[in-house]
């Protein structure tokens, strides 16, 4: 059909509309509809973030603030002193996590979402089953998982002994109560980093693989040269989002381990709720959360300039 | 629409008017509301705090208790921080004595040296009544509210089996222990409890290094991790757990072992008689016994539980109700019902010979009564909590094998040191 004249939009038409479209998202209607979620923004979130960082200079009493005193840096100057566990050794043990969170994480994600991507009535089945676990409550996860790793009733030892294998503390030695909790936090996390995945592998030219097949690639070559570097957005996402969520994790370690055996599992998180609401030492964590604000916050720069670099 | 903005207004006000009622406490057409924190949250303990507290209120019509239950005690504490934080405290509150002395601290609780009388006080145990002051000042800031000491639970057949009775002595003990481990039986499981806060096993570590001649924390609250005695207790336990008879684990695995017909023994408050014999279920006899001794009969219990602190926030009249509460709390027939109920022991001597049949039936109470004459109640110090984590997190890593007793106490004792100097 063709295209009359007075169809055809006129280019003034088209800039006065776009002039006004501008002016509408920045003129004070605009702003009286965003003061609502200004607002709770900003009692929720910027208030007490600015409010955490003034904590962070006193020596904070919450039972009665007029016995607070300020004492500038000295919080700061505490988390390269305070004893076990200091900072250093917690913010180890954040990376230890986050490290098996973000590798582990995405390599088994990556590898289901593969290995699903066919499709198929019996694969959804399993795609729902691989999903459930994610939209469990963490502590009630955590609870049972806790009961898996009993020393003397728990799953996993049974199947140790079934196999004739000697039984293990799980949650009970330093050297595998992290190991454990990153086997439940996997099994928590990877269903959400493999719908991920899927949704990328769905937009993946199958063309560029057929012709690299032609060209004689095995399956590996095929994956390693055409399709993970199609995916390196998505992938580049799932390292954000499961970097930010590991350095922020905290219920299982609170469930299962409460940071032991001797402070093997007290990640910043732990130690920082520790800190605020075991010890009361207020303004100290207040300075351990301003520092994990400012680590996050690195964390995800580095991660964006690293994509903005990629996609360019 | 006028009709509309008029119901809302309404509805806004009625709202607002109740939640301002039911904020707080204070005294409304003459009645003095008083508010309670605690965290008697589960089973028998919170019909028999609700019961007792409609009986208090039948006997004093001008007065109306209401009971804010915590489900345990980590959340009681930070809901009294919480509230004090927001000058919004309740009247009174439950409170372990360390709690006590950093509330004392920030002036947020007042003595009650002007409501208790001498009688009041000469009607308790003398070691009840030893822990109701704090060393700063010297004056009552406490009342007595659920006192318990630690007593032997065990499984009357697996022992029969090898031959074994109720220990007499912690040697004993451990050889007990030891006989009825393997194929799948533990002699105990203990949960020492982590940095954050000590649980059971770190408990019965303080009762052995006191039975072994040292308490781990001073009169004074000055830590005595590295004594001979502590040294000699942490060994002990290592020496259990590499015999197979001792794992650790977590949510009462004394208990959960003892209920399973898995383990030999739990050492654990008289408190838990309920929550045992329930895990138990009648699958066998379970035994009570008092602790073994130490070397040279030393006997050595440790008192546990609460007191209650009245804040400062509270005006003279509820006070001076809450004053006429915690009386009638600690009164020889409320004892007498809070003991048979609740499991815990009577703060008062006077309250025995009203449970005369109930201790008939239920003989660990008389021999756990008689404990409370001698038990002794960790030092209420603002620092002592912190240390006991850092005692549960040395029980962690010499009993696993990262370190030995020596180095594990030396570190523990090192950061308690630091932690009671800047508790000061």
């Known amino acids: ?312 | 629409m006028r009709k509309t903005r008029v119901a809302a207004a309404l509805a806004v006000c009625a709202l607002g008017a109740g939640g301002l009622a039911a904020c707080g406490s204070g005294s409304s057409s003459g009645k003095t509301t008083i508010t309670f924190m605690e965290a008697m949250s589960s089973g028998t303990l919170k019909t028999s705090m609700e019961t007792l507290t409609k009986r208090f209120e039948k006997a004093h019509p001008d007065i109306d208790v209401q009971l804010q239950v915590e489900p345990d005690y980590g959340t009681l504490r930070n809901k009294e921080t919480a509230a004090l934080s927001a000058s919004k405290p309740p009247t009174i509150g439950q409170v372990y004595s360390d709690w006590a002395a950093t509330f004392a601290k920030s002036n947020v609780v007042v003595p009650l040296t002007d409501y208790a009388k001498p009688a009041d006080l000469k009607a308790l145990y003398p070691s009840v009544r030893d822990d109701l002051y704090l060393p700063a000042d010297h004056k009552l800031y406490m009342w007595p509210f659920n006192k318990s000491v630690v007593i032997q639970y065990y499984n009357t057949k697996m022992l029969s089996a090898k031959g074994k009775s109720a220990p007499k002595t912690w040697d004993e003990f451990a050889a007990t222990a030891r006989a009825v481990s393997g194929k799948g039986n533990v002699g105990i499981a203990i949960d020492p409890g982590g940095s954050a806060g000590p649980a059971g096993g770190e408990a019965w570590f303080e009762i052995l290094s006191q039975a072994y001649g040292t308490p781990v924390f001073a009169a004074d609250g000055k830590p005595q991790f590295t004594s001979p005695a502590a040294i000699k207790a942490m060994n002990y336990l290592v020496g259990l757990k590499k015999a197979g008879a001792l794992t650790l684990g977590k949510n009462y695995p004394g208990q959960v072992a003892l209920g399973a017909g898995k383990g030999g023994f739990d050492i654990s408050s008289v408190a838990s008689y309920y929550y045992n014999s329930k895990a138990v279920g009648g699958k066998f006899p379970m035994g009570t016994a008092p602790l073994p001794t130490g070397p040279g009969g030393t006997q050595a219990n440790q008192m546990a539980g609460t007191n209650i602190v009245m804040f400062a926030k509270a005006s003279d009249a509820e006070r001076k109700a809450a004053w006429s509460y915690l009386r009638f709390l600690t009164s020889a027939d409320s004892q007498a019902y809070w003991a048979q109920n609740s499991g815990y022991l009577p703060v008062t001597p006077a309250a025995l010979p009203k449970m005369t049949d109930f201790i008939k039936k239920n003989p660990y109470q008389k021999f756990a009564a008689q404990a409370l004459t001698t038990a002794k109640a960790d030092p209420p110090y603002p620092w002592i909590s912190q240390a006991q984590g850092m005692l549960a997190v040395a029980m962690q890593s010499a009993i696993t094998g990262k370190q030995s007793a020596s180095a594990a106490l030396g570190s523990a004792q090192q950061q308690a040191v630091d932690a009671m100097k800047s508790g000061q």
């Open chain 1, 1 to 312: 059909m063709a295209t009359t004249q007075l169809d055809r939009p006129s280019r003034r038409g088209v800039a006065v509309r776009s002039r006004r479209r501008s002016r509408d998202r920045s003129g004070p209607t605009a702003v009286l509809f965003s003061l609502p979620a200004l607002a709770i923004f900003a009692i929720f979130t910027i208030l007490p973030t600015a409010y955490t960082f003034v904590i962070s200079l006193f020596d904070w009493n919450p039972l009665n603030v007029s016995q607070s005193t300020f004492i500038g840096a000295d919080n700061y100057r505490k988390l390269f002193a305070h004893s076990t566990p200091s900072f250093a050794a917690s913010a180890l043990t954040s990376l230890y996590f986050t490290a098996g969170m973000v590798i582990g994480g995405t390599a088994i994600s990556l590898a289901i979402a593969l290995l699903l991507s066919r499709g198929g009535s019996w694969l959804s089945g399993v795609r729902v089953a691989v999903f459930v676990p994610h939209v469990t409550p963490l502590v009630a996860t955590s609870i049972v998982w806790v009961w898996i790793f009993n020393p003397q009733f728990g799953l996993a030892n049974a199947i140790l002994r079934w196999l004739h294998l000697p039984a293990v503390d799980w949650l009970d030695s330093s050297s595998t109560a992290m190991p454990a909790i990153l086997t439940y936090s996997l099994w928590h996390e990877v269903g959400f980093t493999v719908v991920i995945f899927l949704g990328g592998l769905a937009v993946v030219s199958g063309e560029l693989g057929e012709a690299a097949r032609v060209d004689g690639a095995n399956r590996w070559q095929e994956f390693w040269y055409v399709t993970w570097p199609q995916l390196r957005p998505v992938t580049l996402f799932v390292v954000t989002i499961s970097t930010i969520s590991s350095l922020q994790a905290f219920t299982q370690f609170f469930v299962m381990t409460e940071g032991g055996p001797a402070h093997a599992t007290t990640t910043l998180s732990y130690l920082l709720y520790q800190e605020a609401f075991v010890f009361f030492h207020t303004g100290y964590a207040a300075a351990l959360a301003v520092v994990l604000f400012v680590v996050t916050a690195l964390f995800t720069l580095l991660q964006f300039r690293t994509r903005r670099s990629t996609l360019s």
